[in-house]
């Protein structure tokens, strides 16, 4: 008989115990005290504990650089002559180019326009054909109308104009000029140029 109330009793524990921790929630080490034996109350720690996860919020990471815009500009010097053809001239101007032949490009351009201040270019009625940068060698193929022919002083600021100009650049070694396809020995006649120029010669 003692038997059975010692089993009632620690299922009745059990069921008390199990409701007051549904109940309040409760975490921790509760002691219950039950016999376990006939030789008195013994304490039989009983745990119960809940895991907490914690939840992290992690922001997206990027690699991305952030990129420069737009473009700068190239200080370029354009060589002109003066009205007696006697000695030339410089002018300074900021070119926007995304590569090396647009820098020739848009300088050849540059150069063939007449300066405000007065000095004029040599090269405005001169047709560019064509224009090739390749290792270090700038070829201009191009076309002098017979109106544009100069004499002895004009051909020689003619052509001294152009080499400072082009050779002002760090990647222009050599400086090939052919009228309409064919390497002449001179643009007009008066002054003999080589094929290539080269800057080391200068």
């Known amino acids: 008989m003692n038997t059975a109330n010692r089993s009632f009793r620690v299922l009745l524990a059990s069921t008390l115990l199990a409701a ?8 921790g080490t509760v002691k219950v005290e039950t016999e376990v034996s006939g030789n008195g109350p013994s304490s039989v ?5 809940i895991a907490e996860v914690p939840i992290t919020s992690v922001a997206p990471q990027t690699s991305a650089t952030p990129k420069p815009t737009g473009e700068q500009g190239t200080e370029v ?19 926007i180019a995304k590569d090396e032949v647009e820098l020739i490009n848009k300088t050849l351009a540059e150069f063939q326009k007449d300066d405000a201040s007065g000095a004029i270019s040599l ?3 001169i047709h560019f054909l064509s224009v090739e940068l390749k290792d270090a060698v700038l070829t201009l ?19 001294d104009t152009l080499k400072k100009t082009m050779f002002q650049f760090s990647f222009v070694e050599s400086l090939d000029v052919l009228v309409v396809g064919e390497p002449v020995e001179s643009l007009m006649g ?13």
């Open 77 to 95: 010097i354009i060589y002109r002559s003066d009205g007696e053809l006697q000695k030339m001239v410089e002018h300074n101007v900021k070119i």
């Open 123 to 125: 090269w405005k009625g």
């Open 141 to 159: 193929d191009i076309h002098i109308p017979d109106e544009e022919r100069l004499g002895a002083p004009g051909e020689q600021q003619l052509v």
């Open 20 to 27: 007051f921790l549904t109940a309040c929630g409760d975490q």
């Open 190 to 202: 008066h002054v003999d140029i080589e094929h290539p120029i080269k800057k080391s010669e200068q």
């Open 45 to 49: 720690p009983i745990t119960s504990s």
